[in-house]
């Protein structure tokens, strides 16, 4: 009974270890494999059940879907803007955003859920930092942005009583900054948050 109970201890501190250690990082512009910009295509190769999108109907030249699914065991929120060419022929569609309340996230500074909000203010001074109260919701609720001016997409920090509970990447730009990410060498140096 002895030999059974550490056998299955140390089956799940494994488990547990392993998870930990393959737990993705979050930045500007990506979560683990899923970076913004990517095709719905591309997104789902990555996704642990596919996603279907709203079509595109009537005068609609644009449409915003929000989806929660899992990635590596990771429940996530995902955005995915649909929308058509100037010209009304091509269907684009491609990740706005990534959200995570997961505890076993982190950013590659080490920034993880349940970091206080001046601690994380002073990691990443030096930093363009907007800070807000949380419109979304009640007192005691706040929103921490990093703005990465490389990319002009930023790292949103969210806060319930200083105490951090998510992180969402999200590829709004900033002000005015426009980058059109067309070349993979430029998108991957630009994974620096």
């Known amino acids: ?26 930045s500007s512009v990506k979560f ?19 996603i279907t999108l709203t079509q595109l109907k009537g005068e609609n030249t644009s449409v915003s ?27 684009t569609t491609e990740l706005a955003s990534i959200y995570c309340d997961d505890s076993k996230i982190k950013t590659k500074s080490g ?10 203010i002073k990691k990443l001074e030096g930093s363009y930092l907007t800070i807000n109260p949380n419109p979304d919701k009640r007192k005691g609720y706040s929103i921490v942005s990093l703005y990465d001016g490389t990319s002009g997409f930023q790292l949103i920090f969210y806060f319930k009583d200083n105490v ?4 969402e990447c999200d590829s709004q730009e900033f002000f005015g900054c426009s980058k059109f990410i067309d070349n993979p060498v430029i998108f991957n140096q630009m994974d620096n948050c």
């Open 164 to 167: 951090l509970y998510a992180i």
């Open 1 to 26: 009974m002895y030999k059974f109970n550490l056998t299955l201890f140390v089956a799940l501190l494994f488990s547990f270890c392993t998870k930990a250690q393959n737990s993705p990082t979050i």
């Open 111 to 120: 920034i993880k859920i349940g970091d206080n909000k001046y601690d994380l």
């Open 65 to 91: 879907d929000t989806v929660y699914t899992t990635y590596k065991g990771f429940t996530v929120r995902l955005v995915i803007n649909s929308y058509l060419d100037y010209m009304s022929t091509k269907l």
């Open 32 to 50: 683990g494999d899923l970076k913004l910009l990517f095709p719905i295509d591309s997104v789902n190769k990555y996704l642990d059940n596919k």
